[in-house]
């Protein structure tokens, strides 16, 4: 079965340092997705980004950035000039095909002013 | 364009008592899902559905039952809550293309204490 390993629970930072949120993930379908969500303290979840298996290319979205690598089967998290209005936890999620979609345990983040 | 419904926000049960939580949506998605989300443990699927008329099991299906007799709703029951099934619980839908899993939509969320 598939699994997703987020290793920092927490993680504190002073505005605009970067920040980078480490995920792995274990599976053994050739095939699979990747996404980062976000959520903010009032609760809801918003999504951020998906990847699928045979895309390896970095994406970067303003100041967030992403690294999947398949070698070390990582798909990590930055956050360029953190700001306060990142404060939330964020998930990593892992998608076989058969959309069993399993999440990691979150990283709550902190962003101090 | 409401998005991902879910009724209701908050309920306090008893141990043994039954209710169904509600989860609608507008965007004529074909897969749904109900996931629990616990202290340090992320989200995790109870029970998913591809379509109307079909559902199927999750990680942590015990003590829930679902339906989908239409594309618009999927109702959570629980039949006898238990105090280990206080929780925040979250439905969400996505498009269902064939083999391709796209990002899910997640409702805000319904806060469940049993007693």
């Known amino acids: 079965a598939q699994k997703v390993t987020q290793a920092q629970t927490e993680i504190s930072v002073v505005e605009k340092e970067d920040v980078t949120l480490d995920c792995v993930y274990e599976t053994r379908d050739t095939t699979y997705y990747l996404f980062w969500y976000k959520q903010p303290p009032s609760g809801e979840l918003v999504f951020l980004i998906r990847r699928n298996s045979f895309d390896e290319q970095n994406e970067i979205s303003g100041r967030y950035s992403w690294n999947f690598q398949k070698s070390t089967s990582s798909f990590n998290f930055t956050i360029t000039a953190s700001q306060v209005v990142d404060s939330a936890v964020y998930f990593c999620a892992l998608s076989e095909s058969n959309n069993d979609m399993r999440f990691g345990a979150g990283t709550r983040l902190t962003v101090k002013p | 364009n409401a998005g991902v419904t879910q009724t209701p926000k908050f309920q306090v049960l008893k141990t043994g008592q039954s209710m169904t939580l509600q989860c609608a949506q507008d965007m004529n998605h074909e897969y749904m899902s109900w996931y629990r989300q616990d202290p340090g443990m992320g989200l995790r699927l109870i029970h998913y559905?591809?379509?109307?008329?079909?559902?199927d099991q999750g990680e942590v299906p015990n003590g829930y039952n679902v339906s989908r007799s239409t594309t618009e709703d999927f109702p959570l029951r629980l039949l006898s809550a238990a105090p280990s099934q206080t929780s925040v619980y979250f439905c969400?839908?996505?498009?269902?293309?064939?083999?391709?899993?796209?990002?899910?939509?997640f409702g805000p969320g319904t806060r469940l204490t049993v007693l």
């Open positions: 559905s591809v379509g109307a008329g079909i559902t």
């Open positions: 969400a839908s996505s498009r269902s293309l064939w083999r391709r899993v796209n990002e899910q939509f």
